[in-house]
């Protein structure tokens, strides 16, 4: 048993481009060589990406994977392990990694345990593989899994018993809240109860709704972990395998953030990967003097810089003096590009098409959300015209119970809070305003009430229960799936569960047609959580 | 081998309750006692609806397939068939089919074959059954299939192997062009083959964007087609076993359509369907004196009838006359609701709220997009204030390329024409005018160069190549999954193909965001079509 050096290169990749995935993956192969790494492990596809989804089904995809694994075959005297899409001689497809050195494949590991649940689809794309790579460095001798495999003990267990001492994990598994600790306990005792070092490499970045966390950590044999890369940030992370004490040598590790601080500098990350990714310039987004906007606010400029942000307020006859103060004070204490539009001229050119319409019908919803649609059109014109991303600055709790409009506050092309609740936007904007000495967002803006301003003295809370109530019912609805009956036996008021629940459902046609929004929870609106329009489970109770 | 009468109930259910699809599954069974049926068929996972996505994962699921199942229960004297979804005492779910005769649950079939492709997610939510249930009546030996089950040859032979006389099986087969034909041609070769009877029993209806075209059918052991229901309709069809001439007694089937007369009436249906079933009283549309408003209007009108269709005509200066000529000429030959919206004051009322922001910017597609999104906003005011749905009236082919305005015509919560090519738009709009004497659609709507209207003298093909060429293109990428060399090889000019695909690339977040409409395609944006919005594979080229 020898010494040797292993690189965890926690990568961030472009979804699809295989080419530049390549190019990329082949130079931090060289730098590691040059740092006298004997082995790099990169996250599970790495060299397509994950999720790629539909892209898996073009059948250019073997030749552009081949390409691919002649570029990385061009890497000199290290030993590889990349994850990307194996294609069999009868189109099969597979979850693979490929161990390569000095232009060798030398062996092929296909994921035996493909997840189809919550966001995963991989038995829509891959066959299952059926038997284990093992491989000798260094007098030691290697095992290897990709994501789901670990979560399933029987092949620890297997590669345990095959007299493996030490497993590489290649990973893209997508951030929710507690997801990252649930992971390093999961790894930590496997390591422990099988005495086993594992090396956990995790892919990194926003890809649309889904967060890749990074955390990549390598793990001693007796559960202690040694090493692990920051949350969010591309790195290369060594270590060191000490054969004369059998383990390896434990480093500084990165300061851990709560859950809260986690969630904000995730959001960060997700935003910027998106509207960077996308090739805009910037974003643009519509500050009203409400918490929603001023939090999406503080991430855009922490994401981008405020040189590439722009807000407008929106102003029409039922804001208040406050909304346009502490708007416009947020604006300038970050710097951003702000301007203020008065809506009042483009409702009322509405009105005056509408009136011949609508005769003597007195004033309901439809008035309040041409305002909100009056601020979505100015705001896409003003997109449109210089070019960057709108963010849509909605919330869970309002997405849920259908609380906004339908290309009004909804539009943009990205939507951060969307899988946050209204309870966690005021943690985060605190948390915000705890980090530097001169708050980002208006103190003001956290205590007042919540209101839509779309009428005189409106509030949140004259058409919905306070945000705790509401969150609590949504929660158990929504994540842990919990009826009707059973949420009202929890001691919540029957008419307000049976009235929220009636809502949710409803609005799943809105939650359809808004933007994406980086998942932060155990079921976010999406491709996780997979309803009916037409939907007659709550009309059958 | 004595007599016996098969009742198949092409039945359409209400996706999600149990208690409401279970009354009228019994009433259904009751009245097929009476007439004599030995036993009625339903389709697959009648009992909830198809497809239920995730409301599968809803522990509250079990109790009330548990009294569901209760109601069935109480048929007497007949064998009923039913699909249903069994839990089993660890949670395990089964798509499955009940065996029920006076209260007894005399046998349980689980499908063996879980489709977890192009819309079908069944492995997200099912276990496979391992084994076939067999039933003996009148002295005949039945065997069980369900949908995907009838696909795989070995199940059909299996049965065969048992000594099966006659194949029961559940569908809900959704449609896409051609598929009727070819799971009849299926069917009846595996009749031939194994010399088996085989009754084929398929929901109907529209459920969100997937269109059950029923068309339940039986066959004799030699592949006659012996009795065929309509397509489209609830309906309960009793076929007769001789057992003196060993087959069932051949019926008059109902016409078939040609293909473009069948995507026309289901679109149709699954309008109707759509908004009844979301309990719309009805819909709203913008007519623009263009082809694709002007069919979905006829659509509309022959789904719901012209008294709750409302249509809206919303010039503005680059308007043609003739556009407002034709936009009525239609509303009045239908006799529907028809009003005229200038959309000049809306457009001034954003202008003057815009200019100090645009400065001296030129004018560009920004402009364009606020006369769309007006005409949304206006349509959508409507809507709120008076109830109707707004249909989208855009197609395929500028979905695919974005040619389309999101919150702009893209607003609305169905989009009939959304997987229909511009080509077949025209094959459609001439297939309705040829069926009644006066065109419901002007003949110099059908016959003008296609425009946006957007700016002076625009045309579609301004900016786009023909639509015969552009549909070609788009085909070959999107339902063939064609690389852009392939489709350059075929003969297309370069710069246009690789323009259209970088096209389709960009729009996927239009798309996103788009409404629901009917599959009538064997690739229909939606959920069959799962792109990543962030997507470098063109650009990896």
Redesign the interface.
Known sequence: MRNFKVALSQYSP????????AQNMLALAQQAQQQGADIIVFPELALI?Y?????L????LLK?TQQGLSTLQQAKDIIMLAGYVHVDENGQRYNSAALIKNGEILGIYHKQNLP??SVF?E??YFEAGHQHLIFEHAGHKFGILICEDIWIEKNTQQLSKLGVDTILVLNASPYEAGKPQQRQALVSKLAQQYNLNIVYVNQVGG??DLIFDGASTVINGDGEIVAQAKLIEQQMLYVDFDAQHKKFISQEKPQTLDTIAEIYQLLVMSVR??VN??GFPGVILGLSGGIDSALTLAIAVDALGANRVQAVMMPYTYTAQISVEDAAAQAQRLGITF?I???N??????M???T???GN?PA???EE??QA??R???L???S??FGNLVLSTGNKSELAVGYCT??GDM?G?FAPLKDVYKTIVFELAKYRNSIEETPVIPERVITRPPSAELRPDQKDQDSLPTYDILDAILYMYIEE???Q??IIQKGFDADVVKKIIRLVDRNE?KR?????GPRISSRAFG?E?????????????
Chains 1, 2 share one sequence.
């Open positions: 472009s979804i699809g481009n295989i080419a530049q995935n990406g999720p790629p989804e539909d892209l089904l073009r059948p250019s552009r189809n649940y689809d038995e829509r890809q649309d990967d998106y990714n996308s301007g539009a008065e809506i001229p483009i409702v009322n050119g509405f005056q098409t509408l011949p319409f609508f019908s309901d919803a439809t959300n041409l649609r009056s979505g059109t100015l896409m014109a003003l449109n015209k339908l290309y539009v092309g799936d919990l009826s009956e059973d046609y359809r047609q808004g933007a994406i491709r959580r997979r309803y009916p329009i037409v939907n007659g489970w709550t009309a059958g109770l």
